[in-house]
Nanobody, 122 residues
Framework: VQLQASGGGVAQAGGSLRLSCVRF????????MGWFRQAPGKEREFVAM????????YYGDAGRGRFTIARDVARNTVYLQMNSLKPEDTAVYYC????????????????WGQGTLVTVSS
């Protein structure tokens, strides 16, 4: 599977951005797509994941409360709506795919898109 992320940019604190990730290359329905982020000097952390088959979302500490993950099956696209942005949300955001329902760690996701940079100014 190939993944292509977009939608990053610069936002003011309190603002919103929506990231998109398009999936190419296969038609499997039984897997999961997720978002991670990596701030400068920090480890890549799990933000959210969604089941492609039943739309169930899962959130990590980084994504719970202000972020919403959604998917559009017809467009083969997963979205990350980010609201009430804070400067600490500044990071490169990566989309990823896995067949493992319990995946939450970087190593559990075999497929990755390129990152998209989100910068939140105070």
């Amino acid at each position: 599977v190939q993944l292509q992320a977009s939608g990053g940019g610069v936002a003011q604190a309190g603002g919103s951005l929506r990231l998109s990730c398009v999936r190419f290359g296969d038609t499997l329905s039984s897997y999961f797509m997720g978002w991670f982020r990596q701030a400068p000097g920090k480890e890549r952390e799990f933000v959210a994941m969604i089941s492609w088959s039943d739309d169930s979302p899962y959130y990590g500490d980084a994504g719970r409360g202000r972020f919403t993950i959604a998917r559009d099956v017809a467009r083969n696209t997963v979205y990350l709506q980010m609201n009430s942005l804070k400067p600490e949300d500044t990071a490169v955001y990566y989309c990823a795919a896995t067949n493992a329902p319990g995946a939450r760690q970087k190593a559990d996701f075999p497929s990755w898109g390129q990152g998209t940079l989100v910068t939140v100014s105070s």
